[in-house]
């Protein structure tokens, strides 16, 4: 097996190992003691590891990147802001975990462990300095919605909340930028839809038996949902504002292990889910959203998806990233980024600046239970050896 060290930090890290295809099952993890040394002949405009980031504040369980910024949420309360691989900026949410961060134009929406929404602001002066300007709910949309017996709902272990509150951890975040909505996942086991521009909660659907461990929501009003009771389930956005509802439509998935992740093509045509067994399940757009493929290149859990271009990452508990390239309904397994030293709970992309046209090269971000974020570049152009 050919491999290439692309390293310049500490000689555990290692780069890549090329030339899985996604019908050979899963790749071993590169052990870091039986390689060659890292300290091999590379170029700073090569693909692999770029750097790690690192700061002892516990698991690092989300991430969010866009315009040269990285946005870091992790056990501490605090999320961290990078730039070119340096601390830019912190702010503190005082709400415990950031189970996710989502970016959409200069406001940066995080959800937490208690339940909240959390959106903040750069400033276009200082770009170091965000401030808070919400939480969703806010204050007065519980207190307004208290003072009726019919906003309260019931909830797991008997209790009744209102229904625009989540009762549990949020676990994912997603925005649709067209229609100027954010969707929310919780372990309640609801999906909540929010106008973003005036903060309301438009509806709230009870999608699963068990959490909602991912919500992706695409083009053509489709939603999609991911569950740790094994399914995946689509749904269908109809009508605006206070009349919208999503209707269920289908299950594309339904199975023992838990689904962790999913992930959709930017145009909505092909849709990822990421399970416990390891596996990386398919569905195209144009085929009816019948089942489309399996991608088996992980020992453990698959926790964590991104697309990008004509590539996809999986990110898994063995300590693995999987980049495979997509062509057509083929998947092949370009790399394998290995280094971390725990479970990969979290991976973002973005077009490197010295991407070109023809050939697109991008940043990873791989987020860990190892407590660190790690760098890589990546090229749509990798040679398969």
Not at 249 to 274: F, H, I, P, R
């Amino acid at each position: 097996m050919h491999s290439d060290q692309t390293n310049f930090q500490a000689t555990d890290d290692n780069g890549y190992e090329s030339n899985r295809m996604s019908d050979e099952g899963s790749p071993m993890m590169m052990s870091p003691w039986n390689q060659p040394s890292p300290w091999s002949t590379t170029s700073p405009g090569e693909d692999g590891l770029i750097g790690s980031l690192v700061r002892e504040e516990g698991h690092i369980y989300s991430l969010a990147a866009a315009g040269g910024l990285l946005y870091t949420g992790s056990d501490s309360k605090n999320i961290h802001v990078w730039n070119n691989m340096k601390l830019l900026s912190t702010f503190k949410s005082n709400s415990g975990l950031v189970k996710a961060i989502i970016l959409s134009g200069d406001k940066i929406f995080s959800g937490h462990q208690d339940g909240k929404v959390r959106v903040w602001k750069s400033n276009s002066k200082d770009p170091k300095i965000h401030k808070r300007i919400g939480t969703f709910p806010t204050f007065f949309d519980i207190l307004k919605s208290s003072m009726k017996s019919k906003n309260y709902v019931e909830v797991k272990g008997n209790r009744t909340a209102l229904w625009i509150n989540h009762c549990d951890a949020i676990s994912c975040l997603s925005v649709n930028e067209d229609e100027g909505l954010l969707y929310s996942g919780s372990w309640d086991r609801t999906f909540k839809v929010w106008k973003m521009s005036n903060s309301k909660c438009l509806e709230s659907v009870k999608a699963h038996e068990d959490a909602v461990n991912s919500v992706v929501s695409t083009v053509d009003g489709l939603v999609f949902t991911g569950s740790a009771e094994g399914s995946v389930k689509v749904w269908k956005r109809e009508g605006k504002g206070k009349n919208m509802k999503h209707k269920y439509v289908q299950t594309l998935l339904d199975q023992e292990c838990a689904v962790n992740a999913l992930v959709a093509t930017k145009d909505g045509s092909v849709v990822y889910s990421g399970s416990s067994d390891g596996m990386v399940n398919f569905w195209e757009r144009n085929k009816e959203l019948s089942h489309s493929g399996v991608l088996k290149g992980h020992k453990l859990a698959v926790l964590c998806l991104a697309v990008a271009g004509n590539l996809v990452f999986s990110g898994s508990a063995d300590k693995t990233i999987c980049v495979w390239k997509r062509v057509g309904s083929i998947h092949t397994c370009l790399s394998v980024l290995t280094g971390h030293t725990g479970p990969v709970k979290c991976v973002a992309v973005e077009k490197a600046a010295e991407s070109s046209a023809s050939g697109g090269k991008w940043v990873v971000y791989s987020g860990s239970l190892d407590k660190s974020v790690k760098v890589w570049s990546v090229s749509e152009q990798m040679t398969m050896v």
